[in-house]
């Protein structure tokens, strides 16, 4: 299958920073992506999609103007944390789309203090 | 709206043990079914998935068929091993393919002890 990357794979940063969290397609170009949330112990949920040079569609109860999502490209996206808060800690996991699935990119952990 | 439903485990096994994890779902059509593997601190991988009715999925010993009538899509694996402790996942897409959300169960926690 497609190889999906993250950068980074772990963060730690105070409160109030803004982090931002790459998601790269290395070997094919997504013109959709996701981004999901996995808190300890529970299921993925998603946050949002990001289509190619259009803006994100979010989910309800998902805040835009915290959890900035940009495509910039047909192999990036970028999802940026504002004002990071502890509450914001968690397992981030972005996919890209072709048209049967979507392939899964490691993950990055962010750690709020 | 879509739904899928799994056992939360967690599950414990001997090595060397039948497994079985359960999955149902519910959603409009013929959905494409999958199961991720999540070892600790890593992100998903595909273990196995399945397009349409009937067909199984197979990949390092496990197995799982597409079962319309009974809208499920169990995991199974003749015999277990220490490395497959994970956390298994079920997940279905839309009929309308793979840049529809992904639906997940809520996982199920496997440890299999020596």
């Known amino acids: 299958g497609a190889v999906v990357s993250q950068h980074p794979s772990r963060v730690i940063c105070k409160s109030g920073t803004s982090v931002k969290i790459e998601c790269r397609s290395l070997d094919f170009q997504a013109t959709t992506m996701f981004w999901y949330r996995q808190f300890p112990k529970k299921s993925l949920m998603l946050m949002a999609t990001s289509n190619e040079g259009s803006k994100a569609t979010y989910e309800q109860g998902v805040e835009k103007d915290k959890f900035l999502i940009n495509h910039a490209s047909l192999t990036l996206s970028t999802l940026t944390v504002t004002s990071a808060h502890p509450e914001d800690s968690s397992f981030y996991i972005c996919?890209?789309?072709?048209?049967?699935?979507?392939?899964f990119g490691p993950g990055t952990r962010l750690t709020v203090l | 709206g879509d739904s899928v439903t799994q056992m939360e485990g967690p599950v414990t096994l001997s090595e060397e043990a039948f497994l079985t994890i359960n999955c149902t779902y519910t959603a409009t059509g013929y959905p494409s079914l999958f199961w991720y593997v999540q070892y600790p601190g890593e992100g998903l991988q595909l273990l196995l998935k399945?397009?349409?009715?009937?067909d199984k999925g197979s990949n390092k010993g496990f197995e799982a068929t597409y079962r319309k009538e009974t809208t499920s899509f169990h995991l199974e694996k003749g015999s277990v091993q220490v490395s497959d402790s994970a956390v298994y996942f079920c997940a279905l897409i839309p009929p309308s393919g793979g840049y529809q959300k992904v639906t997940f169960g809520i996982g199920t926690k496997l440890q299999v002890i020596p």
């Open positions: 996919s890209a789309a072709d048209y049967n699935e979507q392939f």
């Open positions: 399945a397009t349409k009715a009937d």
